[in-house]
């Protein structure tokens, strides 16, 4: 789960202050897909990065997973005990969470296996282990026979696939995805979401769209921004709600959620 309470985010400007997020507080439960959406400087891409600490709220408090509650205060983050998060531990909580962009942010001169590796790099996994889960992710996107081939040499759909192999590589908990269509045309924007659905089954995904239609097409709960703040919730959170589906006893499968989805597949 994601708990995010009174966050606050400006950006000072040249030309003035704008205001990304204003008080948001939102609770996100796991193993769901959830849009978020709303018109072009709304603060959705600002959200998505500040829950990954790629930018630093200005304030308020943020609790994703297991990691604690994160207070956040002039910019800087600090541990329930009022400790400044080194980059390190900011670097392990962010290993949880896995992030898409848009416009893919692959390495050109890196062949699609070495750009889905590369989050691998300073972990210290062993050659054959890590060959066999970058071949894994490959297989789950379908698209083995390009390992060795560069960015330039994919299509937009492909490319879009390499990011999502490499955001699941280190089978993170939370996926977010920001405008994971917004460079696609409309019949690879489907293959691409279904493909998020499907992964959905086994994580929590936060889906960052200016697109309402394919929103309300595979989102599970829609939450709409407007001037960096939440004007309208599609299925509020009930703790006593949640408090049910948890207690409910669930079957889960003796393999990798990877392994699972790709042999289904």
């Known amino acids: 789960m994601i708990q995010i309470g009174h966050m606050n985010k400006v950006f000072h400007l040249k030309s003035g202050d704008v205001t990304a997020l204003d008080n948001v507080t939102l609770n996100i439960e796991d193993g769901m897909i959830y849009g978020v959406i709303g018109y072009s400087g709304a603060g959705k891409s600002t ?3 500040c829950l990954n600490l790629l930018e630093t709220p200005d304030d308020g408090t943020l609790s994703v997973g297991d990691s604690g509650v994160i207070t956040l205060r002039g910019g800087k983050a600090y541990d329930a005990q009022g400790r400044k998060l080194t980059e390190r531990k900011l670097g392990a909580m ?3 969470i896995g992030m898409i962009f848009q416009h893919f942010n692959l390495l050109d001169r890196s062949t699609v296996f070495e750009n889905i590796a590369y989050p691998l790099r300073y972990t210290g996994m062993k050659k054959a282990d890590m060959e066999a889960r970058v071949f894994e992710l490959l297989d789950l996107v379908d698209l083995r026979d390009k390992a060795d081939v560069y960015p330039s040499q994919l299509s937009g759909g492909q490319k879009q696939r390499v990011a999502i192999a490499r955001a699941l590589i280190n089978d993170p908990e939370i996926l977010l995805a920001d405008e994971p269509t917004g460079a696609l045309d409309s019949k690879t924007s489907v293959q691409i ?3 998020l659905t ?3 089954n086994d994580r929590l995904v936060i889906m960052v769209t200016h697109n309402p239609e394919l929103a309300y097409q595979y989102a599970t709960r829609i939450v709409n ?3 960096g ?4 919730d599609s299925d509020p959170f009930d703790a006593a709600k949640a408090a049910r589906r948890e207690a409910k006893p669930t079957r889960k499968t003796s393999m990798s959620f990877v392994t699972a989805l790709g ?3």
Do not use: F, W
Not at 229 to 232: A, L, V
């Open 193 to 195: 979401m279904d493909l």
């Open 263 to 265: 042999l289904s597949a």
């Open 198 to 200: 499907e992964i959905a």
């Open 229 to 232: 703040k939440i004007t309208d």
């Open 225 to 227: 921004l407007a001037d």
């Open 47 to 49: 959200l998505v990065r």
């Open 94 to 96: 962010r290993r949880g």
